[in-house]
């Protein structure tokens, strides 16, 4: 058998070409190939290495990208990538400019759906069935690859819902691997552990009670049953459900050991698998880990405190709540809708939830927001994670609108703390009594303040304050891009800009913005959230609204369209946030 099978595949037409025999040992290339590169350029690593026979399979049995494969949430897709024209190119994944870190459907015709966000698979394949049917393309095949944390949430529910009565003919894989990016939860993971463990006799099937055609569970890193499988319900028309058994991190000893780490690693080195870590003895915390610690320490003393994730435990640092008070601390998986209706209910019994979700994974759980949450007025607490450019993960993942889509809605109170300082006692303040809901949005990574502990003070709903003075032009931001104007401030005389940090896009600090446009002519408000209906349009619609319409007022923000992957850092220069960007619009204005 010849060795370098992968050197000579560049499309799955190559792959098509091999014999069955020979596939494993593209399998070990695959797993290797992405191996190599990941270790040192980064990424979601045991999710791929878990689907590397699944994805060689799918390839073998069907005609992509005739047949139409959707993989769920695609971080499992670098072996997709690697079988699908990107191989020479999958060392720039997620870089700038580089390929991205999910499918996406401008970058290849294999890719047949953009994804990012997760269980949306089914919903997709299934509208792409029914449109086949309608335009008469009988033998499409419509593959939908989805994992057992994914396949939890409510919007694969309502997919299986639906296609269990039509004729579509659709394929969805279930690839379990009792994981999500934490231990994947609830009653429907302890049903596939019962069905793997043959616990789950055949007429209390899930899938079959919702009609579908379901075989498994099987193997799936064993190639030849998974091609077996794949073949014979390639000629079964209408739904059907196939289970597969697969190890996350499957092929680096590491990577099955500790499936949390090795979700996405960060470098590592190859052989061994052991991560490549920088000391970061005298770095500032991680705004995560400032919530998590923080939400501890007030939770022992107050016991209605209670915590809240959509299956990001470890992302958020609420892992720390778990640990401590396992009994007030809840992974709900991956159903960020019923989390904040969760909270909403926990709320109208008297109980304080910190509803921590990430501000890209809130965007789907707006109507709960508006409909269960700010009607009512209950003063749910909502920790909004990874608000800003988060890097890598790019367009999909850029916690960019929750400005905009928070405030307006009545009632909800959005607050921004420019340093951990702020972060605490935001969360210290919030549990002292509020009057209303409240998100409180901060960024991915680290802050600035090394010594982050310290003693609470209350922080006053709605007030802004002045950091610095000056007198030519009104700097006023919001949130953590605060930080950079110190430094913006140095490249003018002393006297030039007064530096405001608002603190609240909702309620605004009227107060001081009448003391604002009373003293400056010009004015520019940044933010790291979309241009548009973000903090700087509440500040023209307040000049609008008290007639200070003579003013100049321009807006720093995330320009309307969407960002795509690469270094925090370089999106920042990228889209205007970063110092000199700043500088050179100041100097335009003075
Ligand atoms: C709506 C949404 N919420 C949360 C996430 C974050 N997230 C990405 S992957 C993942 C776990 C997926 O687990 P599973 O579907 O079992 O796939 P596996 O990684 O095990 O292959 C989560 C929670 C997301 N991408 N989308
Ligand atoms: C694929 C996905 O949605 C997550 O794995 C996401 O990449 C996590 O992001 P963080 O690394 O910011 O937690
Ligand atoms: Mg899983």
Redesign the pocket.
Known sequence: MKNNLLEHINIPQDLRNLSVDELPQLAKELREFIIDIVATKEGHL??SL?VVELTIALHYVFDTPNDLLVW??G??AYGHKILTGRKTIFHTNRQLGGISGFPKRSESEYDAFGV????TSISAVLGMAIASKLKGESNKQHIAV??????A?GMAFEGLNHAGVTDANILIIL?D?A???DP?VGALKEYFTNVKAGKSVRKNNIAEALNFNYSGPINGHDIHILLEELNRLKSIKGPKFLHITTT?GKGLRKAEKDQITY?APGKFDKITGERILKSDDNSPPKYQDVFGLTLVELAEKNDKIVGIT???PTGSSLKYMLEKFPERAFDVG?A?QHAVTLSAGLVTQGMIPYCNI?ST?LQ?AYDQIIHDVAIQNLPVIFCLDRAGLVGEDGATHHGVFDIAYLRLIPNLVVYAPMNEAELRNILYTVQLGLEHPIAIRYPRGRGTTVDWKTSFKKIEIGKGKQLSQGEKIAVLTIGTVGNVIPKVKREFPTNTIAHFNMQFVKPLDEKLLHKIFKKFNLLITIEDGTIIGGFGSAILEFACTNNYQNKTIKRIGVPDNFIEHGKVDELYKIVGLDKESIVKEIEKLV
Request: zero cysteines; hydrophobic letters at 30%; a negative charge.
């Open positions: 045991g999710a878990g769920d949430v971080h499992q990012g966000h997760s269980s989805i994992g057992d944390a994914s396949i949430s690839n691997n994981m999500g990016i994947s996350k979700h959509p299956a990001m991956i960020e990430y994974f789907r």
